[in-house]
């Protein structure tokens, strides 16, 4: 399925597969998510789009800083196919969760986390991003992250962080992050 979506420099077309998630169209938590990250400082930083679904998150983040270094995760392969039609040339990294990462460190790990789990809502996949993204973070690293206000990721944050702040509270999303 190809769509418009509008990116910093205007409009471009997006390409998506049946079964990625928002499936060509921004959901409000990434829309939430975007806001944020438009006034996030990430010129010349590491970047990695966790979940990164099509890549709409990572893509913005290099439309809007073209010396961001942005790698794109995700467990679904048809996702990184979508991601690699719409951000030529771009890293992508088959992985479930960090695992594939192995020692690797960024700036910045970004991420619309799903909370489901085939049709099981749960909040397992949104608790290892939080509790492992430490071991993959700079040491001024930051984790930035939105989710349903519902799953319980105050708790997670605070144990996991020295930092963590509401960046943005909208509707039933909230914009997190954590840094050490």
Not at 104 to 131: A, W
Not at 138 to 144: F, K, N, T, Y
Request: glycine share 8%; with cysteine.
């Amino acid at each position: 399925r190809t769509t418009s979506l509008e990116f910093p420099g205007g409009p471009r077309e997006w390409i998506s597969y049946p079964g990625i998630f928002s499936s060509g169209r921004l959901d409000a938590g990434t829309r939430a998510l975007l806001e944020v990250m438009a006034r996030f400082p990430v010129a010349g930083r590491r970047v990695l789009d966790f979940a990164c679904g099509s890549g709409v998150i990572g893509a913005f983040l290099s439309a809007l800083e073209p010396t961001a270094h942005v790698d794109f995760l995700d467990v679904d392969t048809v996702a990184l196919a979508a991601a690699c039609e719409n951000v030529p040339g771009a890293r992508v990294i088959p992985s479930d969760g960090f695992d594939a990462l192995e020692d690797e460190r960024y700036d910045v790990i970004v991420s619309n986390p799903p909370y489901h789990e085939g049709k099981e809502q749960t909040g397992r996949v949104v608790e290892r991003l939080v509790r492992r993204a430490p071991d993959h973070l700079e040491a001024d690293g930051s984790l930035v992250l939105v989710t349903q206000r519902r799953l319980p990721l105050a708790a997670w944050m605070a144990s996991t962080f020295d930092t963590v702040d509401v960046l943005l509270d909208a509707g039933p999303h909230r914009v997190w992050f954590g840094k050490n």
